[in-house]
C-alpha cells in the first residue's frame, strides 16, 4: 500500500503524525517504509532521532538527487538500528521493518513534474518499495506542491493497476484549516481536479482521500462540568466546526481519525512510545489515536468504496 501523507498548510503535524504512524504500523508487524519526499524541509530523521541525517542525508545521497538522476539507489536507514533513541531501539527485535529514505540535506531545488525522467524514477521507486514493504509512506511538501504533482503523475491508475495508493489530508481543528484542507481537495489544481485529468474516476480518487485532524482540543469533564462560559463557548465552536467539516466534506465520512493535543508534541517533535506514556509523560490517549490511525489505516474495508 502507497500512501501520501499531504496538508495545505505547513505546520499541521504532517511529518509528526506520519513518522508515529509508521513507528505504530511496525509495532504491529507491518513492514513500513517511510520517504521523506518534503522537498522544503526534510524532518524525519530528527524525528526517529538518526543523527546522521538530523537535517536529511548528505546532497547527494537522498530522494531528492535520486528524483533528479544523480543517485541510482537513494539511502536506506534501518530507523531501530540507526536511532539514537534508546527506547526505539530496544523494540528491535519486534514488530516489522521500519526503513527511512531521507531527502537531501538542502532539499531539492527546481523539479519539475513536466519531467517525465522524474516522474518515471519516483515511479519505479515506489513499486519497488512497495514490493518489499506492505505500507510506504511518501511525506510530500504542503500545498499544491511539484511533489505532489510528481507523486499523482507516477501513480496514475493506468500506470500501476490494481496497486493500492491512499492520500492522507492533515489539518489542524480550525476554521481555516478546514478551508484549506478542502481546498487542496475539492479546489482548483487540487488533488480531485488533478486526479480526474490523469485518468481517475472522481469517485475513485475521492475513495482514496482521507483526512486526519491533529491536535485537536477536547473540551474536557471539567470543562463541561464548570457549565461556565468558556465551556459553552468551546461547545459551540466545536460543533460549529462539525457542521462545517461536513458541509466542505471532511466529515466522519471521509475522516480516518484524529489525534488529541499532546503536550510532549507541543514540546518537542518526536516518536511517542508507550515508555512515555507508563512514565507518566505523554498521555495515552495519543497513543491509542496513533494506534487507531495505524489499524485504520491497514484496516481494508477503511477503503472500500461507498
Ligand atoms: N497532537 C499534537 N499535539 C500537539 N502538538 C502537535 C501534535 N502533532 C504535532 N504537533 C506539533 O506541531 C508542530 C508541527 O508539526 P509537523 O509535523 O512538523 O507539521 P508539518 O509536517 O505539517 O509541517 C510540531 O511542533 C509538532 O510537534
Ligand atoms: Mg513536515
Same mark, same amino acid.
Given at each position: 500500500?502507497?500512501? *501520501? ?15 508515529n504512524?509508521?513507528y505504530r504500523?511496525?509495532l ?10 518534503? *522537498? ?19 546532497? @547527494? ?26 527506547g ?7 514488530? @516489522? &521493518? ?34 518489499? *514493504? &506492505? ?27 490494481? &496497486? ?6 492533515? +489539518?489542524?481543528?480550525?476554521?481555516? +484549516?478546514?478551508?484549506?484542507?478542502? @481546498?487542496?481537495? +475539492?479546489?482548483? &489544481? ?20 482521507? *483526512? ?15 457549565? @461556565? ?31 488529541p493535543?499532546e503536550p510532549v508534541l507541543?514540546?518537542?517533535?518526536q516518536i511517542v512510545l508507550d515508555a512515555d506514556v507508563n512514565a507518566g509523560i505523554a498521555h495515552r490517549a495519543t497513543v491509542e489515536a496513533f494506534e ?15
Open positions: 500500500m502507497i500512501v *501520501f501523507a499531504t496538508s495545505d498548510k505547513g505546520g499541521t503535524g504532517r511529518s509528526v503524525t506520519s513518522c504512524l509508521a504500523l511496525g504491529r508487524g507491518i513492514s513500513t517504509a517511510y520517504l521523506d519526499f518534503d *522537498f522544503g524541509s526534510p524532518t524525519a530523521g530528527a524525528l526517529f532521532e538518526i543523527g546522521s541525517v538530523e537535517r536529511g542525508t548528505q546532497p @547527494g545521497n537522498g530522494l531528492h538527487s535520486y528524483l533528479r538522476g544523480h543517485n541510482s539507489l537513494p539511502q536506506r536507514i534501518d530507523v531501530r538500528a540507526s536511532t539514537n533513541r534508546d526505539l531501539r530496544r523494540q528491535r527485535s519486534r514488530g @516489522g &521493518k521500519l526503513v527511512l529514505l531521507p531527502g537531501d540535506e538542502g532539499g531539492g531545488e527546481a523539479m519539475s513534474a513536466n519531467d517525465p525522467q522524474v516522474v518515471r524514477r519516483c515511479r519505479e521507486l515506489l513499486l519497488d518499495l512497495d514490493a518489499t *514493504f &506492505k505500507v510506504v509512506i511518501v511525506d510530500l511538501s504542503a500545498g499544491r506542491s511539484v511533489a505532489m504533482q510528481i507523486a499523482l503523475e507516477a501513480t496514475r491508475p493506468q500506470d500501476m493497476p490494481g &496497486k493500492q495508493v491512499a492520500w492522507l489530508v492533515y +489539518h489542524r481543528w480550525t476554521r481555516q +484549516h478546514l478551508m484549506a484542507a478542502q @481546498g487542496l481537495v +475539492h479546489g482548483p &489544481k487540487g488533488l480531485l481536479k488533478t486526479g480526474v485529468e490523469l485518468g481517475y474516476a472522481p469517485d475513485e480518487m475521492l475513495s482514496r482521500i482521507r *483526512f486526519v485532524r491533529t491536535a485537536v482540543p477536547r473540551v474536557t469533564d471539567e470543562h463541561a462540568a464548570s457549565g @461556565g462560559p468558556q465551556a459553552a463557548w468551546l461547545i459551540k465552536q466545536n460543533d460549529a466546526l462539525r457542521s462545517l467539516a461536513a458541509e466542505y466534506r471532511l466529515g466522519a465520512g471521509a475522516l480516518l481519525g484524529e489525534t493535543v507541543q514540546w518537542r517533535e487507531e490511525l495505524a489499524r485504520r489505516l491497514w484496516d481494508r474495508s477503511t477503503w472500500v468504496r461507498v
